[in-house]
């Protein structure tokens, strides 16, 4: 039973931040602002689909390892990670990469120790998730793929971000979980 209500959970908060995803898209395109990078991201819906139809596959053929309260503390930890990221960008947050030039990177919340720290919390879920219910190739299988994708996406988004602020010269000092190298292409 907890199996579902956890992961009913996980789809009820997707779909809740789709819905405001969206949202906060028309408040971006408005002001000004424009989507980057699209051609990768439905690779990342995908990614997600998939993610949940393997979880349930082989989460419903193994048994809960005694260690599960374990990955599920790291899951709880990333939720409140998630709520803090979304928290502190407000309108600015979103699924997709939304740029808005001669903007200001946001340098509040979590963004004073990382600068992505949403993908973070979607790292630590790929791999938390499943082992709370002892779904290892769904673990490992996903957060290698999430790990490919991440590359990429980061690379479009951050070069978006010294093409069109000062992202470089704003967040030069906060730490990244990868090296991307990066110029100015004005």
Not at 1 to 13: E, T
Not at 38 to 58: D, G, Q, T
Not at 64 to 76: A, D, E, L, N, S
Not at 99 to 115: E, F, N
Request: aromatic share 16%; net charge positive; hydrophobic share 50%.
């Amino acid at each position: 039973m907890f199996f579902y209500v956890l992961i009913l959970f996980i789809v009820l908060q997707r779909m809740m931040e789709l819905m405001i995803a969206k949202r906060n898209r028309k408040y971006i395109q408005a002001i000004g602002g424009f989507e980057v990078g699209n051609r990768h991201y439905p690779a990342i819906v995908l990614l997600h689909v998939l993610f949940f139809i393997s979880l349930l596959i082989e989460g419903n053929q193994t048994s809960m390892p005694t260690w599960w309260p374990i990955p599920f503390i790291v899951f709880v930890f990333a939720q409140l990670v998630r709520i803090w990221v979304i928290s502190t960008l407000g309108r600015f947050w979103n699924t997709r990469i939304f740029i808005v030039p001669d903007s200001k990177p946001i340098k509040t919340g979590p963004y004073r120790y990382l600068r992505h720290p949403n993908y973070l919390t979607v790292i630590i879920e790929l791999l938390s998730i499943p082992l709370i219910f002892g779904a290892y190739y769904t673990a490992i299988l996903f957060s290698v793929m999430n790990a490919l994708i991440l590359l990429i996406r980061i690379s479009i988004e951050e070069q978006a971000l010294v093409r069109y602020t000062d992202y470089l010269q704003q967040m030069d000092n906060t730490p990244r979980f990868i090296h991307i190298k990066q110029t100015k292409n004005k």
